[in-house]
């Protein structure tokens, strides 16, 4: 099996991650299964880079890598105390109930 066949299963399961994170943005309105599929899609694109970066000898994707599972972690922590503060003011993470602009 030549290495470009590999480099094809790994972007495969990539796009499989990113699809299923798409369809749980577009579809769920919990706000913490949103915020669980923005991650996933996440660690798909992560798992591409990971992917041509081994596939073409580069650090650099694998350095991207980090730098993005940083963000990511950043993002983790403000997107989990904005969760939690729109729980405490609406007794509801449903993204259908919050509106932000009325009173």
Same mark, same amino acid.
């Given at each position: 099996m030549n290495p470009q066949e590999h480099l094809y299963y790994y972007l495969a399961v990539s796009a499989a991650l990113f699809m299923l994170?798409?369809?749980?943005?577009?579809?769920?309105?919990?706000?913490?299964? @949103?915020? &669980?599929? *923005?991650?996933?899609?996440?660690?798909?694109?992560?798992? !591409?880079?990971?992917?041509f970066s081994s596939y073409l000898n580069d650090p650099t994707g694998t350095m991207l890598v980090f730098f993005v599972m940083c963000v990511a972690a950043?993002?983790?922590? @403000?997107? &989990?105390? *904005?969760?939690?503060?729109?729980?405490?003011?609406?007794? !509801?993470?449903?993204?259908?109930?919050?509106?932000?602009?009325?009173w």
């Amino acid at each position: 099996m030549n290495p470009q066949e590999h480099l094809y299963y790994y972007l495969a399961v990539s796009a499989a991650l990113f699809m299923l994170g798409m369809v749980g943005v577009l579809i769920r309105r919990n706000a913490i299964i @949103v915020f &669980l599929c *923005i991650e996933l899609m996440l660690n798909a694109v992560n798992l !591409s880079l990971v992917a041509f970066s081994s596939y073409l000898n580069d650090p650099t994707g694998t350095m991207l890598v980090f730098f993005v599972m940083c963000v990511a972690a950043a993002e983790a922590v @403000v997107g &989990l105390a *904005i969760i939690i503060a729109m729980f405490r003011n609406r007794e !509801s993470v449903n993204i259908s109930d919050i509106n932000i602009f009325k009173w």
